[in-house]
């Protein structure tokens, strides 16, 4: 039904909208016409299903489809009534986005600088300490690298992180704590958990990008409430939160993604109240955590996982390889979570975790992080400075990590900055694609790690040059 070129530059998003608008706009397929499911088009096209529902979603905010609950998508009803440039999205609108940030920003390219990727670089990375790991594991193999493991997963590393937790002043017994493939699975299995298809889902907004799709696939309901500079809106918060009776708040408290921002002491207690006024369970994606201030509290500490999920990684401070990552919950729900870990996976990365444990064991982590943090805390001031000179805006000075939250001001929109960018291999992150709305915004993300490389300030300095000059 529709061709789609895997070795095209056309990002596989862009080839989905423009056929499937084309399709409408030629009378193909007339208003009320149900589309192909998700699953049945990525398996048609041999794509994923994330690049498919990315389509659809950008369709149907484009008028050209409109979702049906419980029913699929389907041609909108006025699609006949658009024109051709309504229906067909420009290249700049569709060349840039939350696709082409899933496939370009994972390409594995030296030439592309990384500006707006979400991890650190090898150089800022626990190499020495994997190295180590894998020649004590080569002497004295772990005995649970061989088969499929524990479902909760490494016994040791499990304790180890027991203990992480606790030095953050967070109790958590072991048969509440469980290990995932990396923090994105422990935020499906705890979503899926705690939800049925038509809940409502409350996100940040700018949030994490590659988590609304995904609840957009679970059949969820998903609001955004706005990020500010001590943390989410609290006024909004609570009138959403009166009105929709959400099931759950996913947040980062410390070192948010994508401003850097971490929520202030007040602005925690208030959105754990509101959760207990609210009956919603609050999922706390703490992945940037161990780059943070431990000063700084956690709705974890404050709760003490009666209400709250703690979900964190090891991806963003050892290697994002190893794919280890972990949940902690309350008491009550922790069998539940394990039977649908079960039921997807069966089991985490045995292999992964005995890397991990290994590397706890070792003793040198807690220095690497101390290490890690001051390294950043050098880059990022830099980086904003230079970002300054650039004529760039600076939303606010995060207290740690590596993410700056920044916009141009009259240099043309993010968007148009991106496409010129990405044609000189610069991967820049426009701030529309972390809003679950994609939302224009005159922001953009900038990773500090990564802006090493006087050809990307000399392109920010001047990203859309006047034709007159």
Known sequence: MLEIDHHAQTPLVAQIIRQVSALVQNGNWIPGTR???????????????????NAYNRLVADGVLEARRASGFFVARQAEQRNEAAAVPADIATSIDSSWMLQ????NNASVIQAGCGWLPDSYLFLDGIRHAFTALARRPDPAMSGYGNPYGHPGLREMVRLLLLRQGIKCDL???????????????????????????????????????ALEALGLRV??????????????????AHTKRPKAFVLNTRLHNPTGTSCTPSVT?????????????????DIFGGLADEAIPTLAHLDQLRRVIFISSFSKTISPGLRVGFLACPADISARILRLKMASSLTSSSMGEAVVHTILADGRYRLHLAKLRDKLAVTRKNVESSLRTAGLEIFTRPEGGMFLWARFQNRGTPVEISRKAAEQNIMLAPGFLFSPDQTPTPWLRFNASQMDNPRLFSFLSNPIPNPRS
């Open 35 to 53: 589309l192909p499911s998700i699953r049945r088009l990525a398996a048609q096209c041999e794509v994923s299903p994330l690049t498919v529902s």
């Open 104 to 107: 370009r920003a994972y390409e």
């Open 175 to 213: 048969s509440a704590l469980i290990l995932t493939h990396g923090a994105s699975q422990a935020l499906e299995l705890s979503v899926r958990c705690l939800t049925q298809p038509g809940d409502t889902v409350l996100v940040e907004d700018p949030g994490y990008c590659n988590l609304f799709p």
């Open 223 to 240: 609001i955004g409430i706005p990020r500010l500079h001590d943390g989410p809106c609290l006024k909004t918060l609570e009138q959403v």
């Open 269 to 285: 207690h208030h959105v754990l109240s509101l959760a207990e006024r609210h009956d919603f369970m609050i999922i706390e994606d």
